[in-house]
């Protein structure tokens, strides 16, 4: 990974409608030499190992890089009061290759293939089960530059294909239980223009369809018809940068969305930034909204429900980030989110009254529904101070008050929100190349039911780590996961992993 980006406030207009409370961006690094590898090898608790080993090289026209990895583990109990382990195993490939046609002109190309099974059980004891999937996704782009640089634009397609499949061995006449596949191919164009150099734009338009096909076998009914769903989704953006005198920018974007079952929806973002102090205090805001269309699966698989609504989201927040002593740095942050017809899965008991409960005359486990309105603020606080050049303390606090705003639930919590969260984290480097460090994490109680009488504990995790280069190419390096063997849930019943120590090299060449 070259770097990771964290984008905070509302993004629909350039990453999509749903994009309403941050984008993680990861850039993965290029090759910069004319060859050059990596390898990297694990293996620790739970009888885990890891490999994955990747080559590639560049000059001045082509950058390519293949990988190849591996995992397997034999896991823990997926339910949380099970003595059978449930374990999992994925081999992934990519590939990728940027071939600079001209000054101004290159070919992008990447793809991912990954292969992996994962054990489970049933949702109130040990169970045999497990399902395989593979997934493909593949891009290709074009790449142009116009007016010395000035006016970048870029055409692209890219392409998903996913495939699962779940199997009970203590069903004989028909083990497969589950089965589904998806489709995602989209078309896109984005340009980038700089008006001067304060001003700078960049506008889009995309086009993209979703098919899936899904359906349940059972032992009566050893083949079942193909549900099937399509969706389709052309959209266009625009967004304007402006920095308007030192120090102070502002951002302003239009969405427009137009869903072959929703209709159109036309989405505003706005954000500001200024920097004072010469950059020590930086204080920001925004301000945008979201829509999410039901998913294919939210709407005609067996636990469908072709009445949902799109969810709605308004979102901003305001912040500020202090340097000080050039040291330390402080922010903190407040934000709230308004959300309508947020989708949930909703579970039938049985017998129900619930019309949509049953289907055709048969009953089922549950489905989807709008829950009309829910409403989140929080604070976050985050710091990072470096003691000395070789110890660096970091530490962040949320607390997030996420409630319904509607119905027979209004003013409840929302489920499985904790409402307190904390992280502390110590890293220190000592003069002959060992780092270590520590890292603790609280997260507060939940709730696991609308009701809020169903009640999830607190728990506290304590990590650590260490690592050793032994020269320029090699490193070796251990970890210790939940340290003092913390008994935690996170979900109701659901099983979560003990202590865990692990170790492995890191070889670049």
Same mark, same amino acid.
């Given at each position: 990974?070259?770097?990771?980006?964290?984008?905070?406030?509302?993004?629909?207009?350039?990453?999509?409608?749903?994009?309403?409370?941050?984008?993680?961006?990861?850039?993965?690094?290029?090759?910069?030499?004319?060859?050059?590898?990596?390898?990297?090898?694990?293996?620790?608790?739970?009888?885990?190992?890891?490999?994955?080993?990747?080559?590639?090289?560049?000059?001045?026209?082509?950058?390519?890089?293949?990988?190849?990895?591996?995992?397997?583990?034999?896991?823990?109990?997926?339910?949380?009061?099970?003595?059978?382990?449930?374990?999992?195993?994925?081999?992934?490939?990519?590939?990728?290759?940027?071939?600079?046609?001209?000054?101004?002109?290159?070919?992008?190309?990447?793809?991912?293939?990954?292969? %992996? !099974?994962?054990?489970?059980?049933?949702?109130?004891?040990?169970?045999?089960?497990?399902?395989?999937?593979?997934?493909?996704?593949?891009?290709?782009?074009?790449?142009?530059?116009?007016?010395?640089?000035?006016?970048?634009?870029?055409?692209?397609?890219?392409?998903?294909?996913?495939?699962?499949?779940?199997?009970?061995?203590?069903?004989?006449?028909?083990?497969?239980?589950?089965?589904?596949?998806?489709?995602?191919?989209?078309?896109?164009?984005?340009?980038?223009?700089?008006?001067?150099?304060?001003?700078?734009?960049?506008?889009?338009?995309?086009?993209?369809?979703?098919?899936?096909?899904?359906?349940?076998?059972?032992?009566?009914?050893?083949?079942?018809?193909?549900?099937?769903?399509?969706?389709?989704?052309?959209?266009?953006?625009?967004?304007?940068?402006?920095?308007?005198?030192?120090?102070?920018?502002?951002?302003?974007? #239009?969405?427009?969305?137009?869903?072959?079952?929703?209709?159109?929806? #036309?989405?505003?973002?706005?954000?500001?930034?200024?920097?004072?102090?010469?950059?020590?205090?930086?204080?920001?805001?925004?301000?945008? !909204?979201?829509?999410?269309?039901? %998913?294919?699966?939210? &709407?005609?698989?067996?636990?469908?429900?072709?009445? &949902?609504?799109?969810?709605?989201?308004?979102?901003?927040?305001?912040?500020?980030? !202090?340097?000080?002593?050039?040291?330390?740095?402080?922010?903190?942050?407040?934000?709230?989110?308004?959300?309508?017809?947020?989708?949930?899965?909703?579970?039938?008991?049985?017998?129900?009254?619930?019309?949509?409960?049953?289907?055709?005359?048969?009953?089922?486990?549950?489905?989807?529904?709008?829950? !009309?309105?829910?409403?989140?603020?929080?604070?976050?606080?985050?710091?990072?101070?470096?003691?000395?050049?070789?110890?660096?303390?970091?530490?962040?606090?949320?607390?997030?008050?996420?409630?319904?705003?509607?119905?027979?639930?209004?003013?409840?919590?929302?489920?499985?929100?904790?409402?307190?969260?904390?992280?502390?984290?110590?890293?220190?480097?000592?003069?002959?190349?060992?780092?270590?460090?520590?890292?603790?994490?609280?997260? %507060?109680?939940?709730?696991?039911?609308?009701?809020?009488?169903?009640?999830?504990?607190?728990?506290?995790?304590?990590?650590?780590?260490?690592?050793?280069?032994?020269?320029?190419?090699?490193?070796?390096?251990?970890?210790?996961?939940?340290?003092?063997?913390?008994?935690?849930?996170?979900?109701?019943?659901?099983?979560?992993?003990?202590?865990?120590?692990?170790?492995?090299?890191?070889?670049?060449?």
């Amino acid at each position: 990974t070259a770097r990771i980006e964290v984008l905070r406030g509302a993004q629909s207009t350039l990453w999509g409608s749903q994009a309403i409370g941050g984008v993680i961006n990861i850039v993965t690094a290029e090759p910069t030499e004319a060859l050059q590898g990596s390898l990297d090898a694990e293996a620790g608790a739970r009888g885990t190992t890891y490999f994955r080993g990747g080559i590639g090289g560049a000059n001045d026209r082509l950058s390519w890089r293949l990988a190849a990895s591996r995992y397997d583990t034999d896991g823990f109990s997926a339910f949380a009061k099970g003595t059978e382990d449930d374990g999992y195993t994925n081999t992934g490939l990519s590939g990728r290759l940027n071939l600079k046609i001209t000054d101004a002109v290159s070919l992008d190309l990447r793809s991912v293939w990954s292969s %992996g !099974q994962n054990d489970f059980d049933a949702f109130n004891g040990d169970s045999r089960e497990y399902g395989k999937t593979k997934e493909l996704v593949g891009y290709a782009g074009l790449n142009f530059d116009l007016m010395d640089g000035r006016f970048r634009n870029r055409v692209g397609y890219a392409y998903t294909d996913t495939n699962r499949r779940n199997y009970n061995p203590a069903t004989l006449v028909q083990p497969m239980t589950f089965d589904a596949a998806g489709e995602n191919r989209r078309w896109e164009y984005q340009g980038t223009f700089a008006v001067t150099e304060a001003l700078n734009t960049t506008f889009g338009i995309e086009s993209e369809r979703s098919e899936m096909r899904t359906r349940s076998p059972s032992s009566f009914n050893l083949n079942p018809a193909f549900a099937r769903g399509q969706a389709d989704l052309d959209s266009a953006y625009a967004q304007v940068q402006w920095t308007v005198l030192d120090g102070l920018t502002l951002t302003g974007g #239009l969405r427009y969305d137009d869903h072959a079952q929703y209709g159109d929806n #036309l989405l505003g973002q706005v954000a500001a930034a200024w920097a004072l102090n010469d950059g020590e205090t930086v204080v920001r805001a925004s301000w945008g !909204q979201g829509f999410r269309a039901p %998913g294919l699966y939210e &709407l005609y698989s067996e636990y469908g429900n072709l009445t &949902l609504q799109p969810e709605e989201f308004d979102s901003w927040e305001v912040g500020v980030e !202090q340097r000080l002593f050039d040291r330390a740095v402080v922010s903190a942050t407040y934000f709230n989110r308004q959300a309508d017809n947020e989708i949930r899965y909703n579970g039938c008991s049985t017998p129900s009254t619930d019309p949509l409960c049953t289907v055709n005359g048969v009953g089922r486990w549950g489905y989807y529904r709008n829950v !009309q309105k829910t409403e989140a603020q929080g604070i976050e606080l985050i710091g990072r101070v470096d003691v000395t050049e070789r110890l660096n303390l970091s530490a962040n606090y949320t607390w997030t008050d996420a409630k319904s705003a509607s119905g027979a639930t209004d003013g409840k919590r929302l489920t499985r929100r904790p409402e307190h969260m904390a992280n502390v984290a110590a890293d220190y480097a000592f003069a002959f190349g060992l780092k270590t460090g520590v890292a603790v994490r609280y997260v %507060g109680e939940t709730f696991n039911n609308d009701a809020n009488t169903v009640v999830v504990g607190e728990y506290t995790l304590v990590d650590l780590r260490a690592s050793y280069p032994i020269n320029d190419n090699l490193e070796v390096y251990g970890r210790v996961e939940n340290a003092f063997d913390e008994d935690y849930q996170t979900v109701l019943n659901y099983g979560t992993a003990g202590r865990g120590v692990f170790g492995g090299v890191r070889v670049r060449f």
